[in-house]
């Protein structure tokens, strides 16, 4: 008769933990400002060069665990002649790149704020994932707007890929204004495994680098690649000679989202599996 009400007191026990901990679809949107890392800002992590905008879907799987795939579209920019380092308004190049970013990220919440009869409403949280990235840096030449990937600047034997895969981490805060709407502010970077969201990583190429299939024309990816003689204190002669270095030495270039937002929650009448 024991063991019986022990087995039946284990069933309870498990139909009410179904029952609590209900599972919940999620959908949101969040904006706010974007940053980069990379040969136009070595040092500073927090620097905001432009916007974004995103949305995402989402399952939570328990209180603390979710997953979700998220779509951010950010931009930025970055222009040497802006510099506080001389060497840098000498090299005198500029970009400005859209982004367009999926990914599949994974949550941590370090507190229960959705169980029912819990009485949390604010919790840090933790994220990380991995997607990719869709660039084209861009710059302007002569009143023009150029796509500077197809004037291969920096003369390598065919031009890079405009795709990325990035890993987004980060961290952030939520509040849960009642049982479906959550407000939230959060910071994420994204290391991406690229080194050309700028257009800038290595060295200034030698002119016969440049040729009919690598470059639409190889006398503007000349021009584009070594913008120093635009300075008026160059001459009109180019500062730098082909082996200079133009980039810096680190291999890949980082972005960042700044975000608020704000999400919907459904619960669902169907349980969590453990």
Not at 55 to 79: E, L, M
Not at 225 to 246: A, V
Request: charged share 20%; aromatic share 16%.
């Amino acid at each position: 008769m024991q063991y019986k009400k022990i087995i039946l007191s284990f069933f309870i026990l498990i139909s009410a933990q179904k029952f609590i901990y209900a599972q919940r679809a999620e959908i949101g949107v969040n904006m706010g400002g974007t940053g980069y890392i990379g040969e136009f800002n070595q040092f500073n992590p927090v620097k905001i060069s432009g916007v974004n905008a995103g949305i995402f879907a989402k399952i939570n799987i328990d209180p603390y665990w979710g997953v979700g795939i998220h779509y951010n579209y950010g931009k930025i920019k970055g222009d040497d002649a802006r510099s506080n380092n001389d060497e840098l308004r000498n090299r005198n190049l500029n970009f400005k790149t859209s982004l367009n970013e999926i990914a599949f990220i994974g949550s941590l919440n370090f507190f229960d704020m959705y169980s029912p009869g819990s009485r949390k409403r604010f919790s840090p949280y933790l994220f990380a994932g991995v997607g990719g990235v869709i660039f084209e840096p861009t710059t302007i030449r002569l009143e023009d707007k150029i796509k500077l990937r197809e004037y291969n600047t920096e003369g390598l034997p065919k031009q890079y890929r405009n795709y990325a895969m990035t890993i987004p981490y980060g961290a952030g805060v939520k509040y849960k204004k009642n049982e479906n709407i959550t407000l939230f502010a959060q910071i994420g970077y994204r290391t991406t495994f690229t080194d050309y969201l700028d257009d800038v990583s290595g060295k200034y190429p030698d002119p016969s680098q440049w040729n009919s299939t690598n470059s639409f024309n190889v006398g503007i990816s000349q021009e584009l690649s070594d913008r120093s003689r635009e300075l008026p204190t160059s001459g009109g002669s180019y500062l730098y000679r082909p082996g200079d270095q133009r980039g810096d030495f680190r291999k890949r270039d980082t972005y960042v989202f700044v975000n608020i937002g704000i999400s919907y929650t459904f619960v669902s009448p169907k349980c969590f599996t453990f």
